[in-house]
């Protein structure tokens, strides 16, 4: 099998591709590196420097190598954030999808895998479970219901196979600590190794379960060997949902220090986001989760290992009318999904 794993340099991406690799399949990684990083891409894996947004290079890229599946994960992928930036998220969201798509029809593509988001959900009942209509409240979420609509249109009409994830808060190795507006976990570790205070929208009280990377990667890479997984949405995470609050406590104890939080103005972000993982139980089987304390101590060792990165101010902001105090020109966080 030869797959094509967009985003392959980035978080989720590059341990999909690590896990396609043990599968036994050929890999091709498509990367802006815009977040993601060379040393994140296994040395076996072919990289490719661009962006799915470029039509020209997708094109060529499915005629050179005829793939088999394509595991899309490459999005810019911070909820809060995308409401400032309309634009580049539809951009880079919803029109590097659809060129995919276009090529993966025209290519005759196995299956497509795409990684969508429970914020497609919005402020909808607890637990979120796949049967309930979407109702995304930012432009991120609307961007990723969008994809999930157009798969189903192209399934309708040229037959194509696809799958789609909705993982949420994923933590772990390899995720960018240096990206102030998302991914939490990374966020507290980087303001730990600068010695600044854990910054937190509002009380902390907002809560989510968030997801180690090892217990999400391996079922995405292996879907589409599953015929049961085919044409359907899966959720797919951590089951117990903790508050941000709570999450820096043991962000901070697994660097063996005591946290010290700064809390910020409250921001416009659904408040409880949990998830129902029936569905994905019922067709890949059932594991024993890894629990916070865990999986946030083996991301701690690699963080260390790292290194603290820099944080980068977003260049292109399209609206600052309402944008969070706490993001200009300072550290803050993102509880992510």
């Known amino acids: ?46 990289l490719v420097t661009g962006s799915a947004t470029d039509v020209e290079l997708v094109e060529d890229l499915f005629a050179r190598h005829g793939f088999d599946h394509v595991f899309h994960l490459a999005a810019y992928a911070a909820e809060g954030l995308s409401h400032f930036i309309r634009r580049f998220n539809y951009t880079n969201n919803v029109l590097g999808s659809v060129n995919l798509i276009n090529q993966s029809v025209i290519h005759d593509v196995r299956r497509f895998v795409f990684t969508s988001s429970i914020a497609v959900y919005g402020e909808n009942q607890l637990p979120m479970t796949e049967d309930l ?4 409240e930012d432009p991120y979420g609307i961007a990723k219901y ?4 157009d798969l189903a249109a192209a399934q309708r009409q040229f037959g194509l196979d696809y799958t789609i994830f909705r993982p949420h808060n994923v933590y772990g190795e390899h995720q960018n600590v240096g990206d ?3 991914n939490v976990v990374g966020i507290f570790m980087n303001q730990l190794m600068q010695g600044e205070p854990l910054t937190i929208f509002g009380d902390g009280s907002q809560t989510r379960a ?7 990667a391996p079922i995405i890479a292996r879907s589409v060997d599953v015929p049961a997984a085919s044409g359907r949405v899966f959720n797919i995470g951590a089951d117990q949902p903790h508050s941000v609050l709570h999450l820096a406590h043991v962000v ?3 660097f063996g220090v005591e946290a010290e939080i700064r809390h910020l103005p409250p921001r416009n972000e659904v408040v409880h986001a949990y998830a129902s993982h029936d569905r994905v139980r019922e067709v890949f089987g059932r ?30 902001v399209e609206v600052w009318k309402e944008f969070p105090a706490g993001w200009r020109g300072a550290v803050a966080d993102e509880p992510a999904r």
């Open 146 to 149: 969008a994809i999930e609509l």
């Open 1 to 46: 099998m030869r797959s094509l794993v967009t985003g392959g340099a980035g978080f989720i991406g590059s341990h999909v591709a690590r896990s396609l690799l043990v599968l036994g399949h050929d890999v091709v990684v498509l990367d802006d590196m815009s977040g993601g990083f060379a040393e994140n891409v296994p040395p076996e894996c072919e």
């Open 252 to 254: 901070a104890a697994s």
């Open 210 to 216: 968030f997801s180690y990377i090892d217990d999400v």
């Open 180 to 182: 102030k507006y998302r």
């Open 287 to 316: 594991a024993d989760p890894t629990t916070l304390e865990v999986g946030v101590n083996r991301m701690a060792e690699w963080a260390r290992s790292v290194g603290a990165r820099r944080t980068q101010e977003f260049e292109g």
């Open 133 to 136: 209509v979407p109702q995304p």
